[in-house]
């Protein structure tokens, strides 16, 4: 059984920041790429961050977050990191962890970015 627990959302004011952790287990973690996607009201789920698994932990973003955003991994820990830096009102969304290869989703944690 696949399990992703998503934590470290919460309200923030634009130009803060915050890290969004994933701790995951059922899966060999670190062969595992790790994604973090969002999904604002009324909008489409998009990708926002990928890192590979297998030791390479090649990393990729979303145009809109490039610069802002980093996506980690501590492989003895199981978990995936995203820390957000200088967050901006059109980064409010809910954030969900994913596993590719499982087609496994996270519950998903609220980041809020308002003054």
């Known amino acids: 059984q696949v399990q992703l627990v998503e934590s470290g959302g919460g309200l923030v004011q634009p130009g803060g920041s915050l890290r969004l952790s994933c701790a995951a287990s059922g899966i060999v973690f670190r062969y595992s790429d790790m994604g973090w996607y969002r999904q604002a009201p009324g909008q489409q789920r998009e990708l926002v961050a990928l890192?590979?698994?297998?030791?390479?932990?090649?990393?990729k973003y979303a145009d809109s977050v490039k610069g802002r955003f980093t996506i980690s991994r501590d492989n003895a820990k199981n978990t995936t990191y995203l820390q957000m830096n200088s967050l901006k009102p059109e980064d409010t969304a809910v954030y969900y962890c994913?596993?590719?290869?499982?087609?496994?989703w996270g519950q998903g944690t609220q980041v809020t970015v308002s003054s």
């Open positions: 994913y596993v590719f290869g499982t087609s496994h």
């Open positions: 890192i590979t698994g297998g030791g390479a932990g090649s990393t």
